[in-house]
């Protein structure tokens, strides 16, 4: 007869999760110390993961992270240029005096 499927809180979850997560070790690894079924734990990561990525960051954090990256920006491009229309002509002078 087939096992009876156990259920983990969200508590519990939690603990494993942050074991591999900031551990680095090996989902099989930590499946097996504490019992649990390798594609199970491999689940509780992968929608950890993506629930971090679909966090908003805080409004500090990106103001930050906008204000880097456009100073990264206007560095790499050598800064702010002022452009002339090209419907005005440029007026070249020779040497002083032969206007």
Same mark, same amino acid.
């Given at each position: 007869?087939?096992?009876?499927?156990?259920?983990?809180?969200?508590?519990?979850?939690?603990?494993? *999760?942050?074991?591999?997560?900031?551990?680095? $070790?090996?989902? /099989? +690894?930590?499946?097996?110390? =504490?019992?649990?079924?390798? #594609?199970?734990?491999?689940?509780? *990561?992968?929608?950890?993961?993506?629930?971090? $990525?679909?966090? /908003? +960051?805080?409004?500090?954090? =990106?103001?930050?992270?906008? #204000?880097?990256?456009?100073?990264?920006?206007?560095?790499?491009?050598?800064?702010? $240029?002022?452009?002339?229309?090209?419907?005005?002509?440029?007026?070249?002078?020779?040497?002083?005096?032969?206007?």
């Amino acid at each position: 007869m087939a096992e009876k499927r156990r259920k983990f809180t969200a508590k519990f979850r939690e603990g494993p *999760v942050r074991i591999v997560t900031e551990t680095g $070790k090996p989902v /099989p +690894e930590v499946a097996k110390d =504490l019992g649990i079924n390798e #594609t199970t734990l491999a689940s509780w *990561v992968s929608r950890a993961k993506r629930a971090e $990525k679909a966090r /908003p +960051e805080d409004k500090d954090a =990106l103001i930050a992270r906008l #204000t880097a990256e456009n100073a990264a920006l206007k560095s790499a491009s050598g800064g702010p $240029k002022t452009f002339r229309s090209a419907s005005v002509p440029t007026r070249i002078t020779g040497s002083p005096g032969h206007d």
